[in-house]
């Protein structure tokens, strides 16, 4: 076994115990990135120094007899938005190519404390606007299962990475479906936290009412584990809330799946879906009963009002913050940016403020009607067989609205409504490729995700298959 | 110009053609979805206070 294919979890446990060193570690990923990531394109910029610099750090404070962290010695790479002092961060753009910040990002720096290193940037959807892994500057990341497939996004290089084993678990963010769909569409737990869970400091903005950070894994322990080290207030982002952070990784280390009540979305989740996609989705459920939980029908509402009253937060907030940019170099922007961008500028002040005004609402109605009926929702992440790369490259053509919205007309609902979402692989496969599910909780519910998830992920072993590269 | 290539929203600047049809067709499901819910905005005193929400609704034993 290649120390590759360890998990997160693993990983850190071994050096921790001197199986194996953090350089050892290191120099195993940075081999398989070598020999895999022209198939992916999964990294935008890899860093050798960085990385070998942090393992000895880490070698050296194991050989002091001084205390390491959680994450002690575990290469991470991360989607290329997340700050560094100094460092190159790219936004997957033409326009920040060459920006350096002058901070680092709390996530990143939380990390760090945790003992994890850093390899490199990853790919991603230029600025984190598009659900495909397409990038007109970069080139289209590739799905470790099938590489003339999709990997989903924004978070391309996130889900390309951690699934193809080029890193042991990745960073993304999600604003509209960005951490689940890649990692829906390459095999992989992906958990969007409750908005505000995790500070947003010092990450690129795209839509600051709808925009989380959150990891990407091959299992849902190590995902906890990624999450208890990011997760909790932060002075430098007066957003995040103060709520304590429950034990995470003592969820996922205590799978519960009997007697919990899983409510089925159906209706809108299940109009103009595909079969096979539908299909995936129950064996999912299957083995949530075969693992001792209760299905539920619940009532989940018009999820398309919903889609339709986060579009002028999406659209706004982004033609907002990139405003300048439109004006000074437009010519810089892929064409779906550009287009997407252009629509924030059509929302009027009041629809926009409508939207807004609405929401604490429209979430506290929903979370007091679905989850007094369940202790956890479940839906598709998408309702789809994983697309092409050549079918989704539509630029800005009339038909790219409809691909995008249709790849994440089930992720999009659960941003406006600020729940935590945690997307699982399916048991069954859509075509051969990786279907996936997303369990919901209440606000702040995270770690009864983790909970269940453990337990669906013993029952169903989908972190036991991996990609053949 | 025609009227979907409008001088804006900078000078210099006009809107791809297709976006404004996009732009327009989701506003007109937004408008619509706005009015559906739309009664007692009168009395929301605290529009914007998302967190106050997430607060209440967060589980009592933290986890």
Redesign the interface.
């Known amino acids: 076994m290649s120390l590759t294919d360890l998990t997160l979890a693993q990983a850190a446990a071994g050096v921790a115990a001197g199986e194996f060193t953090a350089m050892e570690l290191t120099e195993a990923a940075l081999a398989r990135i070598e020999a895999v990531n022209p198939t992916l394109n999964a990294f935008v910029r890899v860093e050798e120094e960085t990385a070998r610099e942090g393992a000895a750090a880490v070698d050296a404070k194991r050989a002091a007899g001084q205390p390491l962290g959680p994450l002690a010695g575990v290469p991470l790479a991360h989607k290329d938005m997340y700050y560094r002092e100094g460092g190159l961060t790219t936004c997957g753009s033409k326009i920040r190519r060459e920006f350096r910040p002058e901070v680092t990002s709390t996530a990143l720096g939380r990390l760090a404390e945790a003992g994890a290193t850093y390899l490199g940037g990853l790919n991603m959807a230029e600025f984190a606007m598009g659900p495909t892994g397409h990038n007109e500057h970069f080139g289209p990341c590739r799905n470790p299962w099938d590489p003339a497939r999709i990997t989903g996004g924004s978070s391309s290089g996130s889900g390309s990475a951690t699934g193809g084993r080029l890193c042991y678990g990745a960073l993304g963010s999600d604003t509209g479906g960005s951490i689940r769909l890649p990692a829906g569409f390459c095999n992989l737990a992906g958990m969007k936290p409750t908005q505000t869970r995790v500070s947003r400091f010092g990450v690129m903005g795209l839509s600051f009412s709808l925009d989380n950070v959150g990891p990407l894994t091959r299992t849902v322990l190590d995902n906890a584990l990624m999450l208890a080290a990011i997760a909790g207030h932060d002075p430098l982002d007066p957003t995040s809330a103060p709520n304590p952070v429950p034990d995470y990784a003592a969820a996922a280390r205590a799978p519960k799946a009997a007697g919990v009540r899983v409510g089925v979305a159906r209706g809108f989740f299940e109009e103009d879906a595909d079969e096979l996609a539908l299909a995936a989705r129950d064996s999912a459920l299957g083995s949530l009963v075969s693992a001792g939980a209760r299905l539920v029908e619940v009532d989940v509402g018009d999820m398309a009002r919903i889609n339709a009253l986060s579009a002028p937060l999406t659209a706004s907030e982004a033609a907002t913050l990139h405003a300048h940019w439109l004006r000074e170099r437009r010519e810089d922007y892929g064409a779906q940016m550009r287009a997407r961008c252009e629509m924030g500028f059509r929302f009027s002040a009041v629809d926009y403020l409508s939207a807004v005004q609405l929401r604490p609402r429209i979430v506290t109605a929903f979370v007091e009607r679905v989850f007094s009926a369940c202790d956890v929702l479940l839906a598709p992440t998408f309702n789809v067989a994983t697309p092409t790369i050549e079918e989704t490259d539509v630029g800005s053509s009339q038909g790219f609205e409809e691909v995008i919205s249709r790849l994440s007309r089930c992720t999009r609902p659960f941003n406006y409504l600020t729940l935590p979402g945690l997307a699982l692989p399916t048991p069954e496969a859509v075509l051969g490729m990786p279907g996936s599910i997303q369990l919901l909780a209440r606000p702040f519910g995270e770690a009864a995700l983790y909970r269940l998830g453990a337990a669906y992920e013993a029952e169903t072993g989908f972190s036991s298959r991996s990609p053949d590269l | 110009m025609s009227e979907t290539e409008r001088d804006?929203?900078?000078p210099g600047?006009s809107?791809?053609p297709?976006?404004?049809a996009?732009?327009?067709c989701?506003?007109s499901?937004?408008?619509?979805?706005?009015l559906?819910?739309?009664d007692g905005?009168l009395f929301?005193t605290?529009?914007?206070?998302?967190?106050?929400?997430?607060?209440?609704?967060?589980?009592e034993d933290?986890?």
Do not use: C, K, N
Request: glycine content about 4%.
């Open positions: 804006e929203p900078f600047y809107f791809d297709a976006a404004s996009r732009a327009d989701a506003q499901v937004l408008r619509s979805a706005i559906d819910y739309g905005s929301d605290e529009p914007q206070h998302i967190e106050t929400a997430l607060a209440r609704l967060a589980p933290g986890a």
